[in-house]
């Protein structure tokens, strides 16, 4: 995949996350404190635009509330999960923008979404205060992987205007072989090494062909935790540098990798 921009250029940047357990928003744990301390470390936006695993939709969407919702999509967690509030204004202006940006597709406002708990268990941990207007994008179930990379790539100008760009999500999460163990399984282990060196490689084509990856028939059921990285590689230029944070395996089989992109 091609990629323009100028070296030098400044853009905001930009985040992948793996969220995990929804307990991560409330436990102070490794995760909690990398995504603190990443918030720490860069620019704050001026907006958030979050790609969730946790909206998945026929069409794409973008979320066009004025004051989004907490959504508790989750069963069976201690009742201070559920009773917890991150309300942060919405961005209607932005979600109109984004509908007019994206060409590869058809993006539709929406005006029903809040803010579901792949975004905010990530967010109270990065901005407490809940003072930066944030809105969602859903995957589109029925596009290939290359036009969620496109998506990616048309957003890219948002992040020239201060847009924090966030995909959340996990690049391993098979639940389904999920154990309460602190060792992961191997091949669990070798597909995140194989998806971040590919990244660090600038090996988009590969990433972007995923299931054709080694064990990628084991690293996840369905595809909706990997597809949000797809964007945040989109909205890379290749100049820029990327690192990871909390290189870890959780349940044997869910990988807390986090990728931030920066100029």
Known sequence: MKHGGTEGERLMPTLFVGHGSPMNGVEDNEFAANWASIAHDIPRPSAILCISAHWISRGTLVSAVAEPETIHDFYGFPRELYEIEYRTPGAPKLAEQIVRLVHSTRVRLDKSWGLDHGTWIVLRRMYPEADIPTLQMSIDFTLKPSLHY???????????????????????????????????????????????????????????????????????VTDEHYLPLLYVLGAKERYEH????????VLASVSMRCILVRS
């Open 150 to 220: 496109k998506i990616g790539r048309e957003l890219l100008s948002l992040r020239r205007e201060g847009v924090l760009i966030i995909g959340s999500g996990n690049i391993v999460h098979n639940l389904a072989l999920a154990m309460d163990t602190e060792k992961a399984y191997p091949w669990a282990l070798a597909f995140d090494r194989e998806v971040a060196a590919r990244i660090d490689m600038e090996d988009h084509d590969a990433l972007i062909d995923y299931r054709s990856l080694p064990d990628s028939n084991k690293a996840f």
């Open 242 to 249: 990327v690192s990871h944070s909390a290189m870890r395996m």
